[in-house]
């Protein structure tokens, strides 16, 4: 069954060859006057202050935390979901209880606070 | 599955036409939008460059490619230049589990009118949609600019969010098809679309796609109001044009998953299914310009709200009430 990604093979070496290939070609073709100025980051036209590796909020690491449980718990749908009718209400019934679980840990989060923006 | 010759030959011109179908329709989506916009705000949008702007996109191609490709001086010269491929390329791959038509003979070979019939089809779709995350998060880090690192950060946790109520959306669908493979979904719905029965997961996919693609009223990792442009700001010439066309094809190839999944895909009464097909995908293409030309731009907070509060948790209830309703039938 693995023949059936060597057009996926295929196509991820084209398009590759197509974002290198225009990248290279527009850097042949195109001009090049590089100050020290041009290539400062854009801060609007002043002076760039400081770095921008700077720290930022905390919430957006707190986001992708519970993105990855969630996603993973996600996943775990997908198998019942194709052997759904084969699983019949014993699965029906362990996904139910599953996604219960999903939800009281969904709940705790929202009352913890970790989905508001302040 | 053994490859011969003629199997070969054929892969490789599917992928020559697939290469064609969506550069076209990505570079005259951009044409398209230009002048949609400007109708709907009551100007005239670019028509000079050919009748009525056609040759617009040639011009548009011409000059990223003869423009200066700044590298900034303290940028991370390496993850500067893989970021645009990163959101370019998996954008591409999409199509290659896109049914574009019904299967035909040709030679005596039944050939399907996608690239490959992929057994785990939508698994394929949300794993590069996860790495097409990458091309937003390294573009803007590379940059070393601020802008680019708050409108980086920004579009992460947008995309990741909308990401689950999206993958989430799609799990009734898998249900009512029994699989994970296009081609079953398109032929589950021979009878009917799955649109009639999944409507609210079809309202679901639909806002969460259009998250996913950074349109308005999501478009805040490129917010030019506060932003400048966000991630790609630093970026100029064909890179640029890399993020560019690469949002364009993503455009196209989730227009084109909307309706594999709810709208029957290629099928379609009276009319050839490639024409249903393109008919369908210039709609929900239309209607994101459309939404571009009606919505104003959420704000930060009430965005993670929609996605979070409301549109996992529906979901989420979604899947349930299907999997009751499935075993009742």
């Known amino acids: ?118 | 599955m053994t490859w011969d010759a003629i199997d070969i030959g054929l892969m490789l011109a599917k992928i020559a036409v697939l290469f064609f179908i969506i550069l076209t329709l990505a570079a005259y989506l951009v044409l398209a939008e230009r002048r949609i916009l400007a109708w709907m705000q009551d100007r005239k949008g670019p028509n000079r460059v050919g009748p009525q702007g056609m040759l617009q996109p040639l011009a548009d191609l011409i000059k990223m490619l003869t423009k200066e490709d700044l590298i900034p001086a303290a940028a991370d010269r390496v993850l500067f230049a893989v970021a645009p491929a990163m959101a370019s390329i998996p954008a591409i791959l999409t199509f290659a589990i896109i049914p574009l038509a019904a299967p035909e003979t040709i030679f005596g070979h039944r050939v399907s009118m996608q690239v490959t019939d992929l057994d785990v089809g939508i698994l394929f779709f949300l794993a590069l949609s996860a790495i097409a995350v990458y091309g937003v998060a390294l573009g803007g880090w590379a940059s070393n600019s601020k802008y680019a690192l708050l409108g980086s950060i920004r579009g992460l946790s947008q995309l990741i969010s909308y990401e689950l109520s999206m993958g989430l959306s799609i799990v009734p669908v898998v249900m009512l098809a029994k699989s994970l493979r296009m081609s079953d979904i398109v032929n589950a719905q021979a009878e009917m679309p799955f649109i009639v029965y999944q409507p609210l997961a079809f309202v679901i996919f639909l806002v969460s796609i259009l998250a996913e693609c950074r349109r308005i009223p999501f478009d805040l990792p490129e917010a030019e109001g506060e932003l400048v442009a966000g991630f790609h700001t630093e970026y100029s010439g064909m890179r640029f044009g890399l993020f560019f066309v690469g949002e364009y094809i993503n455009i196209i190839g989730l227009g084109a998953l909307a309706s594999l999944f709810f709208l029957g895909g290629w099928r379609g009464p009276l009319l050839p299914p490639i024409v249903w097909f393109f008919v369908k995908v210039t709609a929900f293409s239309f209607f994101f310009i459309w939404v571009r030309g009606t919505l104003p731009r959420l704000r930060y907070d009430q965005l993670m709200h929609l996605g979070w509060k409301f549109l996992t948790p529906l979901a989420l209830v979604n899947i349930l009430v299907t999997g009751w309703w499935l075993s009742l039938r």
């Open chain 1, 1 to 118: 069954m693995l023949g059936a990604y060597l057009p996926i093979l295929v196509l991820v070496v084209i398009a590759c060859l197509f974002g290198l290939g225009s990248v290279v070609f527009s850097s042949l073709i195109g001009q090049k006057k590089p100050s020290k100025v041009k290539l400062q980051p854009y801060e609007c036209g002043c002076e760039p202050v400081g770095t921008a590796r700077e720290r930022f909020s905390i919430k957006f690491y707190l986001i992708a935390m519970l993105f990855i449980l969630f996603d993973i718990e996600a996943v775990f749908l997908y198998p019942w979901a194709v052997l759904f009718k084969r699983l019949g209400t014993f699965g029906l019934i362990e996904m139910g209880v599953f996604i219960v679980i999903l939800f009281v840990g969904y709940v705790y989060v929202w009352k913890k606070g970790a989905l508001e923006w302040e």
